[in-house]
Each structure stands twice: as C-alpha cells, then as structure tokens.
C-alpha cells in the first residue's frame, strides 16, 4: 500500500494484515503531516492526513501501543506528539467509562427512550437529518458520507454533533446512536463521550460550537454553511457524570483449569494476549453487532465486523493447537465450553458496551453450570486507566511513562 493509496481510504478486507499495511504506510506521515494538517477535512477522497486506523483499533485488529510505538520509532516523541495524544484520547475515554460505567448505562436508557418517544415536529427533523435532507449542506453531505463509507473525519464529526445540537436542536442521544450503528470504528466510550463533550456535557459548562468560518478554512472551502448555524449556545446541562469509581482489577487467571479462549468484537487481539501455561481446548468468537442501538446496525458495520472477526478466527486457527468457530450468540457460549470439556471461558478484557452487556446477560448461569468466567486486563490498560478520572490533562502528562513501562 503506497502514501498514494491512503488517499482514498479503503477499509475492507477487515484484516490484521491490511491494518498493518495502513499503519506502515502512513508511517511517514505521523509526525510534522499530521501535526499540521490534521484539523483539516480535504475530503472523502483525500484523507492523506489522517490515519484511518481508528476501525482496526475499536476491533482491536491493532492496539495503540503498537502504532504509537510505530510514530515514535519514526519520528521521535516529541515531533510525533500530536499523533500519540490522539491515539491516547482513545485511551482516555475508555478509561473514563471504565471508571463511570453508570454513564453508559443511562445512555442506553436515555436513547432507547428518546427513540422511542419521537413523534410530531421532533421527528420530521430527525429524519431530515438522518436521510441528509436538512438543508445545511456540509452536514447533508456528511450524513451520506457517513452511511455510505462507515467514516468521517474527527473534526467534522465534531462539527457534525454541534449542528445536530444546537442548531437542529435534537437530543444529543439521538445523535450518538445514529453515529454508533454507521461507525465502522464505532465504540461505546469514544462515540458517547465524544458527543457529550460537544454537548457541554463531559467537561462541564464548555460545548463545542461549529462555527461557518471554521468550517470553510478546515475543509479547504468545500464549504461555507454561514447565516445556517447557531453559533452561541449555552452548553447543555445534566448529572450524569459523578464521582469516578475503581479502576477495574481482575483475578489472575487459573491456569489449572481448561479454558475456552472467547474473541469478542471489542478486542480480537489474541496474539498479544498473555496466555501462557494455559490449556486452551478450543477458540470461539460472537459478535452483537446489532445491539449497538434499537435500529440496529448498518450492513458495513456487520460486514466490516463479520470479516474482522473471521480474520482472527483464521489467525488464531493457525497459530494455537485448537479449534476455532464463530458462535451464533452469546447464548451459545455455554454449551460449547462443555462440548469441548472447557472448566472456564477466558476472554479479553470486555469494556463498557454492549458487548459487556450481552455476554453478562448470557454468562450468568455459567457458575452454577460449572463453568467459571475469566477476563484478561491488558497491562497497558491497567496502567493508564486509574489516570482517566478527570480531564484528559492528568492522562496527558503520563504519556510519556505509559509508553516506556
């Protein structure tokens, strides 16, 4: 894959190998490109300055030790440095919802109920909205960007979720799930939290406001929505966000016992998985896809995650002396544990989303079938999470330890 190809972002296959072509390829490009012209949105057809590794990271088809090692290694700490805090708002993020579960829980809620609820005027607009019939044209054509390709750029995303606000006046939850079930990088701690920082709502009293003359120098004048846009609202307010909780500590692993090894779509990376001395008698994976949201999800969010997931299937196939398959639901977990003779089911870590929330609907009667449930906390989690309680400051200034240790 040259710099040329990046241009066009192609994200399929959904492969460990075309994610690693992406990241080397764009290599050259983290440093000084990057720090100067990733605010800029050029266009669906040149993306030259953004990474596009975001849908292989959610899967976790690549971790962000491994491509902020990859810019550091090329360029340096400190000419990399705007590339590594990227990756690392991801990080935080995670961690934050990690530390506040009760955040997503109250999403979930909240959007099942404003779906649920709309009708009259409300509903008119969502569905101008979502069908990209609004008028605004850099948001219509964002709104078919996004379902056609499973992508945007982060600063029109931003844009995108000001406009949906405070212009269109529509609930913020509405917003966030309509990007949840687009998303080829959809993630429940990114996605949320992102939304509820533009809103005003993340770090209190401070929105994100899209301005027209903003929006014209940082898509290269593609456009201009100027006299379209509210451009001084007052934040949005809630209680949501209360005190941060424990960062999550698991159990080491009992090595004495037979294990499935369960893949999830939240992380497929069981090559860097520490594993060692384990009796694994068999590898399953599911995917939930379609609980992203009441709507479910776009066919490239399945497709994308089917193919990302089968892609590990495969890897793990070759790589560990045991079977691997694709389980049909959650519910299939259990009984294919004592088909194989497994005496627990390990897995990686699963963070808040639905993936955590279908797998502890289905994994509560394993205990008393037997049958013992393990997670795997990535050590650089680990690390950087009980430093997500505030701002993304107090994360910041670790960075440069969490990369060493």
């Known amino acids: 894959m040259s710099n040329e190809d990046l241009a066009t972002p192609e994200f399929f296959p959904a492969t460990r190998e075309t994610a690693l072509h992406r990241m080397n390829a764009f290599t050259q490009n983290m440093g000084k490109t990057y720090a100067s012209k990733r605010n800029t949105d050029f266009g669906p057809e040149n993306r030259f300055n953004v990474s596009c590794l975001s849908p292989y990271l959610s899967h976790r088809l690549l971790l962000e030790k491994d491509v902020a090692e990859a810019a550091i290694e090329a ?11 990227e990756v690392f708002w991801r990080t935080y993020f995670k961690g934050w919802l990690e530390l506040r579960p009760h955040v997503w829980s109250r999403y979930t809620t909240t959007a ?24 605004i044209d850099c948001f219509d054509q964002w709104t078919h960007e996004l379902v056609e390709t499973g992508y945007l750029h982060n600063h029109a995303r931003m844009w995108y979720a000001s406009i ?11 917003g966030a799930d309509f990007f949840y079930r687009h998303l080829l990088d959809g993630d429940a701690a990114s996605n949320t939290l992102s939304w509820r920082w533009v809103a005003g709502l993340h770090t209190k009293g401070k929105n994100y406001v899209a301005r027209a003359d903003n929006i014209e120098k940082h898509t290269d004048g593609r456009f201009n929505p100027e006299g379209k846009l509210a451009e001084d609202p007052a934040p949005l307010d809630d209680d949501w ?7 999550p500590t698991i159990t080491p692993l009992d090595k004495s016992r037979k294990a499935l090894l369960l893949l999830h779509e939240d992380d497929l990376g069981f090559d860097s998985l520490d594993l060692g001395g384990l009796d694994v008698r068999g590898i399953a994976a599911i995917t939930v896809t379609d609980s992203r949201s009441p709507y479910g999800a776009s066919e490239p969010v399945k497709q994308f995650t089917i193919e990302a997931v089968e892609d590990a299937l495969n890897r ?25 003779g497994a005496e627990q089911v390990v897995m990686p870590y699963i963070p808040q989303g639905p993936v955590r929330d279908r797998i502890n609907q289905a994994a509560s009667s394993w205990e008393s079938e037997g049958v013992k449930r393990a997670e795997i906390l990535r050590p650089e989690d680990s690390a950087a999470w009980p430093h997500c309680a505030k701002g993304f400051f107090k994360l910041k200034e670790k960075i ?5 240790g």
């Open 316 to 340: 793990a196939d070759d790589a560990m002396d045991a079977d691997a398959v694709k389980l049909p639901s959650p519910e299939a977990i259990l009984q294919h544990a004592k088909d194989i």
């Open 75 to 85: 360029h340096g700490l400190q000419t990399a440095e705007k590339f590594v805090q």
């Open 112 to 135: 099942k109920s404003a779906i649920e609820g709309l009708s009259g005027g409300q509903k008119v607009a969502f569905e101008e909205a979502t069908g990209g019939k609004t008028g």
């Open 164 to 174: 949906w606000i405070f212009t269109l006046k529509l609930p913020w939850v509405l």
């Open 400 to 404: 440069p330890s969490l990369i060493k």
């Open 241 to 247: 966000n209360g005190e941060a909780g424990p960062a």
